[in-house]
């Protein structure tokens, strides 16, 4: 196969790649993004069709990854030296390919019946994994607030491995707004409220899970149907003051899909 290879970091080439790999505004300027790894990559290919570019280190890949880089040898591909691969992977261990994508716009339906909302979630790899589980759950769509991090960043890919291909997510949402216009019981997520377990969950739900340290906002609260709560067990060692954001929402979504969905 042939390809480009690039040595300086002043190459414009280069230079794009690393502004998208470490600027979100670049992301939604360009509506690209960077796929770290074979997994991604073929999720990609087989919902959207073949990527923009491969990159690819100097030295020897993965088997799997020479193998995608073979049948993708049509693909414009460019080779970087390893450490300016590594620049633009989000893990420490380079997985020996990255692709160039146009970031998917997947329409979300009119009425939807589950839905997962996200306030402020601050850690990419936590929101990936979030978008995970929703997409795992059978969730319709994930509304995420203007403060939440990047849903495209290389790091929420990572995490979310290929769910954000498959789950139409609307970034930058007034979450009161989407709130007071859902047609069925929202749920905010609190260390205090009614038990996650008393609720009837089988018609169209709604859940609201806030930022890692502070929580929701009280106007989110205030703009759901019911706050309610995870139950936990004390021990006569004490009690854990609260789940992360991650665990709280796989517990709600799961317990929906549960209620619905297993006889």
Known sequence: MSFKHIVSRDNPVFKQLKKLADNSRERRSESRTLLDGVH???CY???FGEPELVIIPEGQSSVEATGLI???EHVSTIMLP???FAELTPVASATGILALVK???LEKSEAPMFVLMLEDIQDPGNLGSMVRTAAAAGVDVVYL???????????ALRGGQGAQFVLPIIERANLVNELQNFNGNSYATSMQGESLYAQELTQATAFVIGNEGKGLRNQTIAAATKCITIPMV???FGSVESLN???AAAVCLFERMRQTFVK
């Open 82 to 84: 390893t450490l300016m």
């Open 245 to 247: 954001a991650g665990a």
């Open 103 to 105: 970031i998917p716009e």
């Open 40 to 42: 991604l990559i073929e």
């Open 145 to 155: 607030s203007s403060g939440c991090t990047d849903a495209w960043s290389p790091k």
């Open 234 to 236: 004390e021990s006569k």
């Open 45 to 47: 290919i087989a919902a």
């Open 70 to 72: 073979q049948a993708l």
